[in-house]
Nanobody, 123 residues
């Protein structure tokens, strides 16, 4: 069983930055692909970014955040980070990290989910 705990959310003004963290336990982070998703009130959950291990470590992003966000991991800390810059009010949502064996943009490919962290961007 894998447990995921997100942190780092908060209230920020438009144009600001946040760094979200996702700590994984129960399995080594090197054995997991990790994705970040978000869900705003009244909207479906949507893909934000992911990091995949095999055959090489790659990262990919939703069009809405590409160029403003960066996903990375620290194996020694079992932590995946999502750095978000130039935040916009439309980035307001609950952000979830998820773990699976093969990261894609579909939430169906992830087996484990964290409880989420709220990000609110004021205009």
């Amino acid at each position: 069983q894998v447990q995921l705990v997100e942190s780092g959310g908060g209230l920020v003004q438009a144009g600001g930055s946040l760094r979200l963290s996702c700590v994984a336990s129960g399995r080594p982070l090197g054995m997991l692909d990790i994705g970040w998703f978000r869900q705003a009130p009244g909207n479906e959950r949507e893909f934000v970014a992911a990091i995949r291990r095999n055959p090489a470590v790659i990262t990919f992003y939703a069009d809405s955040v590409r160029g403003r966000s960066s996903i990375s991991r620290d194996i020694s800390k079992s932590t995946v980070f999502l750095q978000m810059n130039n935040l916009k009010p439309e980035d307001t949502a609950v952000y979830y990290c998820a773990a699976g064996s093969y990261a894609t943009m579909s939430d169906r490919n992830y087996d484990y989910w964290g409880q989420g962290t709220q990000v609110t961007v004021s205009s």
